[in-house]
């Protein structure tokens, strides 16, 4: 295949983007290769277009777009600094406590496939914010750490995406 499916343009480059080996439209930039290549460079635009660090904004958009839920800050975490992602939280009513119970079991059930143990902290900055974030084995995050926990993420913004859709993620009502 040597024209471009968006645009039928002929001329297309072969590129490393996210560390996947693709072609790219030289007209319109659009991707070519497998799916799970296309799917990740496109999350990483899209995470780009609106300033997220692209390691957490698939599990940000899962968290974001539950019934009464707003996310205040994030971080795709900094294995120079050393520094674990987080996406924090403001529940604006009870349809936000109610997530909390289905994130926690989410989590419960992904655990086995993840290298980290992600927690669900509660803090408090003038009205209740709720913390996803990994637990560090030791004080000062190795960045071996930094980077498993950023594999997880993928896994995380996953499962979150299927989860959400299944018969035991509770909804809450419009008026609870
Ligand atoms: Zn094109």
Aim: charged share 25%; aromatic share 4%.
């Amino acid at each position: 295949m040597d024209s471009c499916s968006e645009c039928g343009n002929n001329s297309l480059t072969p590129r490393l983007h996210e560390g996947h080996n693709v072609m790219e439209c030289d007209l319109c930039g659009a991707i070519a290769g497998g799916s799970v290549a296309v799917a990740t460079i496109e999350r990483a635009r899209e995470a780009e277009q609106e300033g997220i660090d692209a390691s957490v904004f698939a599990v940000q958009r899962a968290i974001g777009r539950l019934d009464g839920v707003r996310v205040t800050e994030s971080h795709g975490g900094d294995r120079i600094r050393r520094r674990l992602p987080f996406v924090r939280w403001q529940a604006l009513d009870s349809r936000g406590i109610v997530q909390l119970e289905n994130l926690a079991k989410s989590l419960r059930l992904s655990s086995t496939s993840m290298s980290m143990s992600w927690t669900l902290e509660v803090d408090y900055h003038s009205t209740v914010e709720f913390v996803l974030t990994p637990r560090a084995a030791t004080t000062r995050p190795r960045e071996a750490d930094v980077a498993l926990a950023q594999a997880d993420l993928l896994v995380l913004g996953r499962t979150l995406d299927r989860d959400v859709r299944l018969a035991w993620w509770r909804h809450p009502a419009a008026h609870g």
